[in-house]
C-alpha cells in the first residue's frame, strides 16, 4: 500500500507507566525477581507442618501480607497466617481457619495434605523471565505485568503528533454561531478524536476559508512540530476546492489524487519535503469511511503496531438483502449483533448516503461490498471490517 510505504514508525521514547497505556513497547521487560519472592499462603489460617497433623498444635505467632514471622516451626508448632503472607521457616502447607478449632494458644487440626494452601516462590514468574516482548502493544494487564516486574517507566513508541486541518467557508466552529448558509466543522473534531482513540496526539487547524494560499498556509504552520497533516475537505474536483492545489503551491507530490472506492473518491496523499500529508473528502461518512480504511493502518505502523491486522476483515450474515454493487469497491456503514448461537449479524441501514454522520452514530463496522459484487440476499455471508 502506497500510504504504509510512505511512513516509518516514530522514534522510541521512555514513559511513566502510569501513562504508557495503548503504546508500543520497544524493549522487552525482563522481572529482576521471582514473583512472589516467597512462598506464601493462599488462604487464611495456619502454617504447620503436614507431618504434625492430625494433632493439637501450639501457636507461636502471627505472619501477615508484608510481616514476616521469623523464627523456625518446630515439632507441634504453627502460626496464625492471613493470605498472601509469607510462610515461616519449617513450615509446609496451611490449615485453614474454618477446618482450625482453636482454644487459647492451642489448635486442633484434622489431617493437611503436604502443599495445601502453598504457593511456591516463583509460581507465577521467575527471576530473569521475559515478561513482556518488544512488539506489545500495552493493554491494562499488561501494565499491571510490568508493575509486578517492578518497572516504573518503559521504553515505547512515541506518540505520532497528528495535526488535523479543515476548511470550507461552509464551515464554523462548534460553540460559534453559524450564518444561515454554514454546517458545524465536525470532521475536523471527528477525525481528531479517531487520531486519539488509533494512539496520535491530535491538534487541530481551522475551519479555513476555500482559499489555496490560506490552506497552503495552514499546512505549512503543521509541518515542523507534527508527523503527518490530514487535510478535510476541499478534494473534489469543484472550483472551491483548493487542498490539492495548496500542496502544488507548496512543491509538495501527490502520490495518487484519488481512490476507486464508496464513499471517498476524493481521498488523497501527497508529500511536502519529508512531511506526509492525508487528504481525506469533506461528506462525514466519507471522512470516516476513508479515515478507517488509510488513516488507522498508518497510524498503527507509525505506533509500532500491527499494520495488516487493522484491516482484516471478519465473517457475519447479512441482516437485509444488499443490492448488486457498482464498479468500485463499496462500504457500507453497519450495526452488529450475536445471536444466542454465537452467529455475527450485521444491519446496515437503508440510509447510506455519504453526507449522513447520523448512521455512524450506531454503526460499530463496514460491510465491504468488492466491485461489481453480485446482489446478496437476507443471511448471505459478508465480509466485515470493525470500526
Request: a negative charge; glycine letters at 10%.
Amino acid at each position: 500500500m502506497i500510504v504504509l510505504a510512505n511512513a516509518a514508525p516514530c522514534e522510541f521514547e521512555t514513559v511513566e507507566i502510569r501513562i504508557a497505556l495503548g503504546r508500543t513497547l520497544c524493549q522487552d521487560v525482563r522481572s529482576f525477581r521471582a514473583q512472589p519472592p516467597f512462598r506464601a499462603s493462599a488462604m487464611d489460617g495456619y502454617a504447620l507442618r503436614a507431618i504434625d497433623t492430625p494433632g493439637v498444635l501450639q501457636i507461636i505467632g502471627e505472619a501477615g501480607a508484608g510481616r514476616a514471622l521469623s523464627g523456625q516451626l518446630r515439632d507441634g508448632q504453627c502460626a496464625r497466617i492471613f493470605t498472601g503472607a509469607p510462610l515461616p521457616a519449617g513450615a509446609d502447607s496451611v490449615l485453614i481457619q474454618e477446618d482450625a478449632v482453636r482454644d487459647g494458644e492451642l489448635v486442633t487440626a484434622p489431617a493437611v495434605e503436604l502443599g495445601r494452601h502453598v504457593r511456591s516462590a516463583g509460581v507465577d514468574f521467575a527471576a530473569g523471565e521475559v515478561l513482556l516482548r518488544a512488539g506489545t502493544v500495552l493493554d491494562a494487564p499488561a501494565i499491571a505485568l510490568a508493575a509486578a516486574a517492578g518497572k516504573p517507566s518503559l521504553v515505547v513508541s512515541r506518540k505520532p503528533r497528528v495535526a488535523i486541518v479543515s476548511g470550507g467557508n461552509e464551515l464554523v466552529a462548534p460553540g460559534l454561531q453559524p450564518g444561515d448558509d454554514q454546517i458545524f466543522d465536525s470532521m475536523g473534531v471527528g477525525i481528531a478524536a479517531l487520531a486519539e482513540q488509533w494512539g496520535a496526539h491530535a491538534t487541530r487547524v481551522g475551519p479555513l476559508a476555500d482559499d489555496a494560499r490560506e490552506i497552503a498556509e495552514g499546512i505549512t504552520a503543521t509541518m515542523s512540530g507534527n508527523d503527518l497533516t490530514i487535510v478535510v475537505g476541499g478534494a473534489s474536483v469543484g472550483d472551491h476546492d483548493h487542498a490539492r492545489p495548496a500542496v502544488r503551491e507548496l512543491g509538495g507530490e501527490l502520490f495518487f489524487e484519488k481512490v476507486a472506492l464508496r464513499p471517498g473518491k476524493p481521498t488523497w496523499l501527497a508529500r511536502v519535503g519529508k512531511h506526509l500529508i492525508l487528504g481525506l473528502p469533506g461528506n462525514p461518512a466519507s471522512a470516516f469511511v476513508c479515515a478507517r480504511l488509510f488513516l488507522r493502518p498508518l497510524l498503527d505502523q507509525m505506533c509500532g503496531r500491527d499494520s495488516a491486522a487493522s484491516i482484516r476483515t471478519v465473517k457475519a450474515r447479512t441482516r437485509t438483502p444488499l443490492s448488486a454493487n457498482g464498479a468500485r469497491e463499496t462500504y457500507m456503514r453497519a450495526a452488529l449483533e450475536t445471536d444466542e448461537t454465537g452467529q455475527t449479524w450485521a444491519l446496515a441501514p437503508a440510509r447510506q448516503d455519504s453526507s449522513l454522520l447520523s448512521v455512524f452514530a450506531g454503526a460499530q463496522a463496514l460491510i465491504l461490498r468488492t466491485a461489481d459484487a453480485a446482489e446478496a440476499p437476507a443471511g448471505a455471508i459478508v465480509d466485515v471490517l470493525a470500526s
